[in-house]
Every structure is written in C-alpha cells, then in structure tokens.
C-alpha cells in the first residue's frame, strides 16, 4: 500500500505544468504590452538626454572633404536612399502596430530620428560635390515614385525584421566611418579619411545602435512569454533578409557593388557581424541549431502554444534570457521610479511557468 504523505506545501518541481498553471494568451499580451509600454518612456527619456543632435547644425559641413572616390560617393548616395523612405516605414510600421501604445509611439520617436539620417545623409553628399542638387532633386522624385511596403504582414516578424535591419544599418555606418578614419579593411581606401564624414557616420550609427537595442528589448519580452513563436519568427527573418528599399532603389545594383567593394556591406558582413551577433543575444548558437530545435519542438503539438517540449529549451539559452528579461524590467522600474510612475501603475516581471529557470 502507497504511504499517505501529510499534506505539504507544493514545490515548484511537484507543479504539473497543466493548462491551469499557464498564462493565457491575453494575459501574456498585456504583460507584454505593459514592458514595451515601459520601455518606450524609457528610450523616449534617454534619447532626448543623449542624442538630440540636429543634422543642419551638428556637423562642420562646409569643412567636409569634396574629393572623395566614386565608391565612397555612391555608398553615400545608397545610404541617402535608403534612409529617404522614412515616411513610408513608419506609415507601415505605425499602422501594423497601432493597437499597442508602446509600439505605436515609439516608431513616432523612431521616425523622427531616421528624418534625421536622410537629411544628415542628403547634407553628406550634397556637400561633399558627391552628386549635385539638380542631380539629387531628379533623384528624390525617382525614388518616392516607388512606395515601400512591409517585408513581412505580422507584427512579430517585423519586429525581428527589424531587430537585425538596424543592426545592418548600424554596420553599415561603421564601416563607413572606417574607411573615413583610415582603418578600413581595404588598404586601398585608406586615403578617404575625412573626420566630418567620420563624425556624422557615428552620430548616425550611434541612434542605428540605439533602436537595435530597442527592438532587441522588445524582441525579448515577446521571446519570454512565446519562445517558440518568436524563434520562428528569427528563423523566417534570418533565412529571408534583405536591406529595406533594395527593390525599390532604381540602381541598388551600383550601390550594393560599391558597398560591397568597401567592405561596408555584403554577405560576409551579414553572416559575420549580423546575424552571428543578433543569434549570441538570444543564446541561439547557429542556423542549424535554430532550423533543427524548432522541428523537434514542433514534433508534439503544444497545448494553448505553451506547453514547450523539452527541445525548445536546446534551442537557445533560457539563463541567458531570463537574465536579459529581469535587467530589462530593473531598467524600467528604475526609470518609473525616476517620476514615481512605481507608486501609481508600477510595471514588474510576471514569472512565466513554462520557464526551465527562475
Ligand atoms: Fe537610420
Ligand atoms: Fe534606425
């Protein structure tokens, strides 16, 4: 006969992991929802503490160099197109993700920072005699003929679109500013250095810098409450990226060879110093490892999409995250606490009991 055992507190290893003991889709929703919401007023407040440069008056444009080689003018010409569809990213994006305050806000204050670039970038080639102003007029009316449009048609994998988009744009940047410090890869590029470019590449890079850790925040919160659908979400975007507007830019063609010949943008930077970086973020070690982890996963049907199998926690490194999640929540409430936000509508980190670790 089994032993009866008195009645004992129930330890988290006795807790069945039973639909009862799961967060509802709604609730984790509006957990996430409450974290972006958080960490919104956070970069809204260090943003305009940090970075409120203006791209007019910020950088010494009559003193920027007028002889740079074609190269180097035709990636300043890209990265003006590129940045030129501001308007139309945050159109799209804002829409997608109207329904959240956090979200919807935030890509106003990330608009109004990519205006910025494309007219700090306008400015650069402008100039620097790179191309002329009746050149760059035609130019502009060519490139807002075309309209951009969402590489992907749900909010999720926008936000992972974006996630490794502004680290490639940041890369981009640096190795822009590279070239203009002299220390480039390329040897043969080492007579560019310009220290006005330099300035306005790493200013730029800088608020590039800022969003991917903003996205990648967001990316987080999402990775805590649905891992598996937010890995899916990485696997799909990483097996299909492109940068924003190559479709559109009428000769993207010139500019990815010029990037791609200055060691500022191609396929090796990708891999390398994009997606390698993006996946060691998540405890994600490979392609393999996230392809293979996501079909072992998908094997057994969830139940309510949280009852993880135990090949999602292989995946990727769940100490890695929950460490992530629980410093993004301490630099929320610290700024909450800043204008005692923490004594009216505190935000606070609800355990997912899914997780492996606590
Ligand atoms: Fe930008
Ligand atoms: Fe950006």
Redesign the pocket.
């Known amino acids: 006969m089994a032993s009866i055992m008195p009645p004992r507190e129930i330890i988290d290893q006795d807790r069945p992991l039973s639909p009862a003991s799961l967060l509802s889709r709604s609730y984790r929703d509006r957990l996430i929802e409450r974290g972006l919401l958080g960490l919104y007023r956070w970069y809204t407040a260090r943003s305009q503490e940090t970075r409120n440069w203006n791209p007019d008056l910020g950088f010494d444009w009559q003193n920027i160099r007028t002889d740079f080689n074609p190269q180097v003018q035709m990636v300043l010409e890209g990265f003006f197109a590129v940045?030129q569809y501001a308007p139309d990213y945050v159109s799209k994006f804002l829409h997608m993700v109207r329904r959240s305050h956090g979200r919807s806000h935030f890509q106003m204050r990330w608009g109004s920072?990519?205006e910025k670039?494309a007219d700090s970038w306008e400015n650069a080639v402008l100039f620097s005699r790179s191309r002329t102003p009746a050149y760059l007029e035609d130019y502009k009316i060519s490139l807002r003929t075309n309209e951009w449009k969402l590489p992907w048609d749900d909010a999720l994998h926008v936000l992972l679109y974006t996630v490794f988009q502004e680290r490639a744009?940041q890369l981009n940047y640096l190795n822009l500013a590279k070239i203009t410090q002299g220390i480039s890869s390329k040897p043969e590029l080492n007579d560019q250095i310009d220290p006005v470019l330099t300035k306005v590449a790493v200013t730029?890079a800088t608020?590039?810098a800022a969003?991917y850790n903003f996205f990648l925040e967001c990316a987080r919160l999402f990775m805590y409450y649905y891992p598996l659908e937010t890995l899916e979400a990485m696997r799909d975007v990483v097996n299909h990226f492109a940068m924003p507007a190559g479709e559109i830019i009428p000769n993207w063609d010139e500019f990815f060879e010029a990037a791609y010949k200055c060691a500022v943008y191609g396929p090796r930077e990708y891999a390398r110093d994009v997606v390698a970086l993006v996946f060691s973020q998540f405890g994600v070690q490979g392609k393999k490892q996230l392809e293979e982890g996501i079909k072992r996963t998908r094997l057994v049907p969830d139940e309510q999409g949280q009852m993880m199998q135990t090949a999602i926690w292989e995946t990727f490194d769940p100490e890695i995250m929950l460490r992530d999640v629980k410093r993004i929540y301490a630099k929320i409430q610290g700024h909450e606490a800043k204008y005692g936000m923490d004594k009216i509508d505190p935000v606070a980190l609800v355990d997912n009991p899914v997780w492996p670790v606590r």
Request: a negative charge; proline letters at 0%.
């Open positions: 940045e920072e990519e670039h744009t730029i608020d590039e969003h």
